[in-house]
């Protein structure tokens, strides 16, 4: 699958239920780093809070966090 296709689905997903757009991009990357995990832990917390305060902020975060 193309990385292209990869964002497509990511992007579709966040627009569907937010948190889990941004858990595919961003929850499941392994890094050696400890800081990256929990950066990676923030942004997704950022996006559950987001959409529990609105689901349209929650959309624009996770499209956000997708194509950056």
Do not use: N
């Not at 997903?13 to 929990?38: D, E, N, Q, Y």
């Not at 559950?48 to 499209?63: M, Q, S």
């Amino acid at each position: 699958m193309s990385d292209s296709t990869a964002t497509c689905i990511d992007i579709i997903l966040a627009i569907i239920l937010p948190p889990l757009g941004v858990f595919f991009k961003c929850g499941c990357s392994v890094s050696a780093r400890p800081t990256a995990h929990l950066q990676l832990f923030i942004e997704l917390l950022i996006s559950i809070v987001l959409t529990v305060f609105g689901w349209i902020p929650g959309i624009i975060y996770a499209v956000w966090v997708i194509t950056k």
